[in-house]
């Protein structure tokens, strides 16, 4: 299978910057796309950015322009640059890989890394 390991969460103050990386081992060949979603508390858990393998991405809304995904994938590695933070982009977010084949499944998932964004 596929297993995504995430870290660079933490505290950071409004209008600040962090950089998420995930890496990603196993059998990656499964995998077509890599993205991150996030989860707020008492909320539910949204998307945030995606990348194919080919390098196209997409962004939410709401953090486009804000937030760039990128991949170098000679290590297999997913990376979100989050600048201009702000107090509700704090949740815990999640590396997720999209299985080849499907229309839009996200089959394997990291085990999240907290960012929060104080005021």
């Known amino acids: 299978q596929v297993q995504l390991v995430e870290s660079g969460g933490g505290l950071v103050q409004a209008g600040g910057s962090l950089r998420l990386s995930c890496a990603a081992s196993g059998r990656t060949f499964l995998t077509n796309a890599m993205g991150w979603f996030r989860q707020a508390p008492g909320k539910e858990r949204e998307f945030v950015a995606r990348?194919?393998?080919?390098?196209?991405?997409f962004y939410a809304d709401s953090v486009k322009g804000r937030f760039a995904i990128s991949s170098d994938n000679a290590k297999n590695t997913v990376y979100l640059q989050m600048n201009s933070l702000k107090p509700e982009d704090t949740a815990v977010y999640y590396c997720?890989?999209?299985?080849?084949?499907?229309?839009?499944?996200?089959?394997?998932w990291g085990q999240g890394t907290q960012v929060t964004v104080s005021s």
């Open positions: 997720a890989a999209r299985v080849v084949g499907s229309v839009d499944y996200w089959g394997y």
């Open positions: 990348i194919s393998n080919g390098g196209s991405t």
